[in-house]
């Protein structure tokens, strides 16, 4: 038999203590603050509160599901719940991404990609916090800030070295 990763047995995994609760939501929190942060400092639509709330509420959804009383005895119910927690906050998500896309007709341009994008990785990192995936968490994270921080300027760098449009690239942002 394979033990589960994350250093829990699929009772201690599943049946969480109230503290153990709290910091799961608090990292999401924190999680979601830190990517806003970096969208305000670029001033985008979306920002540090409003990540915050994207990924404690998909935290909180998904604490809340895997938390039912007696889920943890019926593997195929778990299996459900957790499949139908995974389709229903990344496909609403994407509404509250979708309003920050906007597309130009006239000069044929979308603005706000990023910013979706942005949007739908917070609220994945906040099931991650709630599901106490810490390793994928963290690197999901790095990751992240590495994507939203330092590929911009190399992105940047690599259109103006092979002759594109530097501009197109701040659009999509």
Not at 10 to 34: C, H, K, N, P, W
Not at 75 to 92: C, E, H, N, W, Y
Not at 115 to 141: E, F, N
Request: aromatic share 8%; proline share 3%; charged share 15%.
């Amino acid at each position: 038999m394979f033990e589960l990763p994350y250093f829990a047995t699929a009772s201690q995994y599943f049946d969480i203590e109230l503290i153990d609760v709290i910091l799961r939501l608090l990292a999401a929190t924190v999680i979601g603050m830190m990517i806003g942060l970096n969208r305000d400092i670029n001033d985008k639509p979306t920002g540090m509160r409003t990540l915050a709330l994207v990924s404690l509420g998909a935290a909180v959804v998904s604490v809340v599901a895997v938390h039912f009383e007696g889920l943890i005895d019926n593997p195929d119910a778990l299996s459900r719940v957790v499949q139908g927690i995974l389709q229903g906050v990344l496909t609403g998500i994407g509404f509250i991404g979708a309003g920050v896309i906007m597309r130009q007709p006239k000069d044929k341009t979308v603005t706000g990609l990023t910013t979706a994008a942005t949007v739908w990785i917070t609220a994945a990192l906040g099931i991650a916090c709630a599901l106490a995936a810490w390793q994928i968490v963290l690197v999901a994270s790095v990751l992240t800030f590495f994507v939203l921080v330092v590929l911009k300027p190399v992105e940047l760098f690599l259109v103006r070295l092979f002759g594109g449009d530097p501009e197109a690239v701040k659009e999509d942002d």
